[in-house]
């Protein structure tokens, strides 16, 4: 077991941005029906229950996004990592949705731009220790 990290620079400096395998989406599920097979992650909210499923569970016009795990223990005490990764992907115009595990954020970003997002994150990784 790793040590979370708690300090903004250390978690930038130790992220490792990694494509996940598979297509998701974020979609309003439907009251009493069960989860689809490889779920990621839940949310209730007053206008219903939020999901990320596999893009093939999804409704045909959902937006198909890619997950980015950063692979850095950060600490749910750690402050600034989401606010870096998010900024830096809005100033290269990519939309990001951040959920933050007990052990590793993740980003999800629209298909289309997930190569870019893992290199601009990369980019910010690497400028974290000069």
Known sequence: M???VVETNAMIQGM???LQDGE???VVWPKGRDWPKGTRAS???AEGLSLIVPIEAAPVDAVSMKCI????HSSLEGIG??????GALAQSNIPANVVAGFHHDHVYVPSNLAETAVSVLLDLQ???GK
Do not use: M
């Open 126 to 128: 690497q400028g974290a």
């Open 24 to 26: 998701f989406a974020f």
């Open 2 to 4: 790793t040590i979370p």
């Open 81 to 86: 990592l989401t606010a870096a990764v998010s």
């Open 16 to 18: 490792r941005p990694q």
């Open 69 to 72: 795990t950063l692979q850095v």
């Open 43 to 45: 949310c209730v909210e």
